[in-house]
Each structure stands twice: as structure tokens, then as C-alpha cells.
């Protein structure tokens, strides 16, 4: 399993690096795991920094500053090592985590925006070539919040799956935890839930509870006799102040 993580690592290095090298020559500095390049919204290029593989923030245009959640597609968490199924540990899982950005970095996409934010008040973005890119390169999976995933982006993450791409390099969970919330959490609103990603149909299912999760405890949910783990941080702690469970 040594030489099959290497190569996943090697692959996404290989893409990240491909970040300096771009078409467009905006995608030499980098920062942490976050990559700079461009897009065209709505018609118009804009210059912006990848935070991680599905949110950028803008660094020109009208929305200069705002930051974005990209829909159809998810990646992993790049706040920390958080993740864990299978014979993954959270610190390989992190690592592909942290390539996302300069995956989706290595090019220009075509996106658009009708101005709808999401509830964290992040402009949502839609980049379809961007979305099956990721997908087809394992290092995001289609994401449906209501039904399923379109029968392409399935089809792109069978393919992914089959060639072991990316985070499938170690076989393939029917469910993935994506997001986690504890009893008392700041700004909740209703019953907390925990959100899993069906692998085969790209449905991110909600799962209410009733719990409080402690900072730094793994939280674990099954999907037809699979397990996938995730480490809560309370999102306050996510990038300041990070609690000893996130630092590498």
C-alpha cells in the first residue's frame, strides 16, 4: 500500500506544481495548500486565489474579496487531517486534500453565478469542464443535495474508481462523511446533522442526532456496512487557534 499512496502523492505534487506553469502565468505563488489562477465568470476573467478545491476567493473584479462555494462537486476537508476510511490514515488523506487547489489552479474555467449565496454567505459558483476535471482526477466526488448526481459526473467518478484515482487509490467507501455538527454549535438552527456522501448515486444524505460532539472527537457514520470518520472542529477553530488534533 506504500508504493500505491506514493503514487497518489506523486501525482497530485505533479499537478500542483503544474500551477506555476499555466497558459495564462498566474499560477507561480503559492501559499500553504492554496493556488492562484483565473476563471472567466459570467464572461468576464477574474483573478483568484483557491483556497481549497471547491471555494476560491476573488482577487479582481466586482466581487473582489468575496469568497465562493463551487457546486456539483466536493472536496475533502484542507483544514486539517480529518478524514479517515478504510486503510486511509487522515494525514494521506490530507495530503490529497491539500492538492485539490492546484488541481483545479491548472487551468482557466468557464463559470457563471446568478448571485445566490450559500448559507455561510459564500457566492455560489457553478464551472462544469472544472467539476468533471476534479472528479475525473479523484480528487472530488459529485455532490447533490437534492436527488442524485447527473448520470456524466457518475460516470466521470466510476471511471475515476476504476483507475484508482486520487482518493479511490485505496478501494472505494459507498459513504463519506463530508460534514459534521454538534448539539450548541454556533448559529444552529434546528437539529444538528452530519452529511454522507453516497459514492454511488452522489447524494449527500443527512443524518440528524441528537449529540454533542467534543472538539477534536471523531465522529463515524456507516453506509451499508462501510465506515467513514471525520474530526469535528467547531468552524471558529478551523484556521485560527487550531486545536492540536489539526496541526500536522
Known sequence: MRAVFSSVILAV?????ATSHGSSGKHAKRENHSAFGSIVLNGEKTEVRWTDGDSFNFKSGPH??????????????????????????????????????????????????????DGYHRLLVNCPKLTEEMVLKGVAMPYSVDGGASPELLEAMKRAQAEKAG???????????????SWGEEGQHGD????????????????KHQKRYETCEEVCEETDGDKSCMIYVPFEFRYRNQPDCLRE
Not at 482518493?167 to 460534514?179: C, D, E, H, L, P
Not at 446533522?193 to 443527512?206: F, I, P, Q, W
Open 167 to 181: 482518493m479511490w487509490a485505496k478501494g472505494v467507501a459507498k459513504g463519506i462523511v463530508t460534514s459534521v455538527h
Open 13 to 17: 505534487t505533479v499537478l500542483g506544481c
Open 192 to 207: 444538528p446533522y452530519n452529511r454522507v456522501l453516497d459514492t454511488r448515486s452522489g447524494k449527500a444524505e443527512v443524518r
Open 64 to 117: 473582489k474579496g468575496k469568497g465562493t462555494r463551487l457546486q456539483g462537486y466536493n472536496t475533502l476537508e484542507a483544514f486539517g487531517p480529518v478524514h479517515r476510511w478504510g486503510e486511509w490514515t487522515p494525514k494521506e488523506l490530507y495530503e490529497i486534500a491539500k492538492g485539490a487547489s492546484h488541481v483545479a489552479a491548472t487551468q482557466e474555467w468557464e463559470c457563471t453565478t446568478d448571485g445566490k449565496e
